[in-house]
């Protein structure tokens, strides 16, 4: 136990039991995100784009393991905003847990033993990054590393400007927010990758992202996310 455990004990997000951020009745209420075609929102069981949505710049396919309430919206907020990063590693033990037991996680497992894409963070604006430390997509890129024997590239893409935050946006001004923000910093033809972020709202950010990538002649280009 670290001794900082003994100073500031951790509680359980969601019942404030003592011991840790995910308490087991806590974490077995989490909810399954119900998995959809990222181009039209409409059911899709794998989260791959359904074939009539597919174009030559969207995603091929998007993940997201929770619905973005109760405990798991707690959990990332404080990570973003309160700067708690210890909470990262209880998180990713339930994110993987799912892994293992979620079948629907098919397409997405069969994209990566098969192309063997490079794991892509969404940006932060560097004055972000340096005021809050980290960039949440990173961790999330590193410890997929450790899990997926998989590479973390944190050089494809930079972001041009600092933006509004999307949670104070509607959807039309959030496509807006982020048109034109991304940069490719260094040759990704032909290269299959996985664009990860902490979240997945309207899904603008991201979708701005794969354009950029596919622009400059990436391959297959799947997002995935913890929650939506």
């Given at each position: 136990?670290?001794?900082?455990?003994?100073?500031?004990?951790?509680?359980?997000?969601?019942?404030?039991?003592?011991?840790?951020?995910?308490?087991?009745?806590?974490?077995?209420?989490?909810?399954?995100?119900?998995?959809?075609c990222?181009?039209?929102e409409?059911s899709?069981?794998?989260?791959?784009?359904?074939?009539?949505?597919?174009?030559?710049?969207?995603?091929?396919?998007?993940?997201?393991?929770?619905?973005?309430?109760?405990?798991?919206?707690?959990?990332?907020?404080?990570?973003?905003?309160?700067?708690?990063?210890?909470?990262?590693?209880?998180?990713?033990?339930?994110?993987?847990?799912?892994w293992?037991e979620?079948?629907?996680?098919?397409?997405?497992?069969?994209?990566?033993?098969?192309?063997?894409?490079?794991?892509?963070?969404?940006p932060?604006?560097?004055?972000?990054?340096?005021?809050?430390?980290?960039?949440?997509?990173?961790?999330?890129?590193?410890?997929?590393?450790?899990?997926?024997?998989?590479a973390?590239?944190?050089d494809?893409?930079?972001?041009?400007?600092?933006?509004?935050?999307?949670?104070?946006?509607g959807?039309?001004?959030?496509?807006?927010?982020?048109?034109?923000?991304?940069?490719?910093?260094?040759?990704?033809k032909?290269?299959?990758?996985?664009?990860?972020?902490?979240?997945?709202?309207?899904?603008?950010?991201?979708?701005?992202?794969?354009?950029?990538?596919?622009?400059?002649?990436?391959?297959?280009v799947?997002?995935?996310?913890?929650?939506?």
């Open positions: 136990m670290d001794i900082l455990d003994l100073i500031f004990p951790k509680e359980c997000l969601g019942c404030g039991k003592v011991g840790c951020y995910f308490c087991k009745n806590c974490e077995a209420k989490i909810a399954k995100a119900y998995q959809t990222p181009v039209c409409k899709s069981l794998t989260g791959q784009t359904h074939t009539f949505c597919q174009k030559s710049k969207r995603l091929n396919g998007l993940y997201c393991f929770f619905n973005y309430e109760g405990i798991l919206k707690e959990a990332i907020h404080k990570i973003k905003y309160e700067f708690v990063t210890d909470i990262f590693t209880e998180l990713f033990s339930v994110i993987f847990r799912n293992q979620e079948e629907n996680l098919i397409s997405l497992n069969k994209f990566i033993d098969q192309k063997k894409p490079i794991l892509v963070p969404i932060l604006h560097w004055h972000k990054e340096n005021i809050r430390g980290f960039n949440q997509s990173v961790l999330f890129g590193k410890a997929l590393v450790k899990r997926l024997n998989l973390l590239k944190e494809i893409l930079g972001k041009k400007k600092p933006t509004v935050s999307q949670t104070t946006l959807p039309k001004e959030r496509k807006e927010n982020v048109k034109g923000i991304f940069k490719l910093k260094r040759q990704i032909d290269q299959n990758i996985i664009l990860i972020d902490d979240v997945w709202t309207t899904g603008a950010t991201m979708k701005e992202a794969a354009s950029v990538l596919k622009e400059n002649g990436a391959g297959e799947w997002g995935l996310t913890i929650a939506r």
